[in-house]
């Protein structure tokens, strides 16, 4: 089972406050850091210092970080251009010697782009719009050196392409697509994706959700990898576990039920049953207090070892 730090640094966050967990999630030997791709905070609190742009945090992480892998979960189709999107994951991927993935998504927090002037149309269309990000940005990085790409769409057209620079991952940084959408986010997923990824799901639900994306996976294909992000409530004993819990917000018997919480045994406990219900062989651990690294290493030293 891979376990991977998850951060929202939209709720508040300097670069160096990434970099920090990031090295630390390294030197744990956690699988990878992930980050999401907001420019709003939600809920709670003002979101100081202000957002940091994930794509920009990335390529400083892939200079900082020597082996944990880097990504996003997910990056908003609707902040960037295709062209331009497969351009920076791919030199992101280079600077970070072949450790990048993209997770990406149609985009859902309307605000966020009403705040910073980005369009946000209706969901059919940027579903669409998403559908021919996709094959833009596979076809990209899966065109053959010296040769060209071109893909005319509805709403993107590409002409004559030299599909440059590539990635160093052959074929392209592995794709990540996730969601509870039951029909065109499973259908996309299986054409485009070598992961799907269930966001704070119950089990059930997740379960429902892989076994969509199966159905429309072609034969040829490798299986999906399936994943789940939780968010993550560890401690030693009752007394830690309610500090951490009260900083999230949320009650113990809630974050019991929702997401993964207990005592190390409690966790190891809940992993199990996740992996034998729904197949995942992958957690992205949500971190919210980026301060709180005492709860990385203990994750490291008293659940990893014994998954």
């Known amino acids: 089972m891979d376990l991977r730090i998850f951060t929202e640094p939209q709720q508040g966050a300097h670069y160096d406050d990434l970099l ?10 956690y699988d ?7 420019y709003l905070s939600m809920g709670a609190g003002d979101g100081m210092p202000g957002p940091t742009d994930a794509w920009t945090t990335l390529a400083g992480l892939a200079r900082e970080t020597s082996r944990i892998r880097l990504g996003t979960l997910m990056s908003s189709a609707t902040f960037r251009l295709p062209g331009p999107l497969a351009i920076t994951v791919a030199q992101v991927d280079q600077m970070s ?13 309307a605000a966020e782009h009403s705040a910073y002037g980005i369009p946000f149309p209706s969901l059919k269309e940027r579903f669409d719009r998403f ?16 040769q060209r790409f071109s893909f005319d769409g509805e709403y993107y057209q590409v002409a004559d392409s030299p599909a440059l620079p590539k990635p160093v991952q052959d074929g392209g940084p592995p794709v990540i697509l996730g969601g509870a959408g039951a ?4 259908a996309l997923a299986a054409r485009y994706a070598a992961e799907m990824n269930t ?6 639900a ?10 429309e996976r072609a034969a040829d294909r490798p299986p999906l990898r399936r994943s789940a992000a939780l968010v993550v409530c560890v401690g030693k004993d009752e007394k830690s576990l309610r500090r951490r819990a ?3 917000g949320r009650g113990l018997d809630d974050l019991r039920t929702n997401g993964l919480a207990g005592t190390p045994a409690e966790v190891v406990d809940t992993i199990g049953r996740w992996r034998e219900r729904t197949g995942i062989s992958r957690l992205y651990l949500q971190l919210l207090d980026l301060s709180d690294v005492d709860q990385v290493e203990l994750i490291a030293a008293d659940v990893r070892p014994q998954l």
């Open 183 to 186: 029909t065109r986010t499973p």
């Open 97 to 109: 010697g072949g450790r990048v993935e993209l997770g990406i998504g149609t985009g859902w927090y």
């Open 20 to 29: 920090r967990v990031a090295r630390c999630a390294e030197d744990a030997g």
């Open 199 to 204: 966001p704070f799901l119950g089990m059930e």
């Open 131 to 146: 559908a021919e990000q996709l094959a833009i940005i596979t076809g990209l990085w899966g065109t053959p050196e010296g």
């Open 246 to 248: 009260e900083f999230l």
């Open 32 to 38: 990878a850091f992930f980050r999401s791709d907001h």
């Open 206 to 215: 997740a379960a429902r959700q892989f076994e969509r994306a199966d159905a």
